[in-house]
Nanobody, 115 residues
Framework: QVQLKESGGGLVQAGGSLRLSCAAS????????MGWYRQAPGKQRELVAT???????IYADSVKGRVTISRDNAKNTLDLQMNSLKPEDTGVYYC?????????WGQGTQVTVSS
């Protein structure tokens, strides 16, 4: 069983930075993808960034140049460094891990960016 626990969310002013962390436990394998998704009020969950087993990173166009995803396979952690935050970055951020059987999600951490 896989468990994911996010931390690091909070309230920040526009232009500020936050670093989100995800601690993964259970059957975690470095060759499986992990990522961050977010969901704003009244909107669908959307991709923020992912990193696959080979280290290839994919970013949503809306965050490119402002966000960096990183993964520590030895510690089973996944981080998301977010800079130059905008009010439209507000939402609940979810950590994701995928294997051949299913996707796993954390409980989410709230990020609120004030203008």
């Amino acid at each position: 069983q896989v468990q994911l626990k996010e931390s690091g969310g909070g309230l920040v002013q526009a232009g500020g930075s936050l670093r989100l962390s995800c601690a993964a436990s259970g059957s975690i394998f470095s060759f499986n993808p992990m990522g961050w998704y977010r969901q704003a009020p009244g909107k669908q969950r959307e991709l923020v960034a992912t990193i696959n087993g080979g280290g290839t990173r994919i970013y949503a166009d809306s965050v490119k140049g402002r966000v960096t995803i990183s993964r520590d396979n030895a510690k089973n952690t996944l981080d998301l460094q977010m800079n130059s935050l905008k009010p439209e970055d507000t939402g609940v951020y979810y950590c994701y891990y995928g294997d051949v059987a299913r996707a796993y999600w954390g409980q989410g951490t709230q990020v609120t960016v004030s203008s």
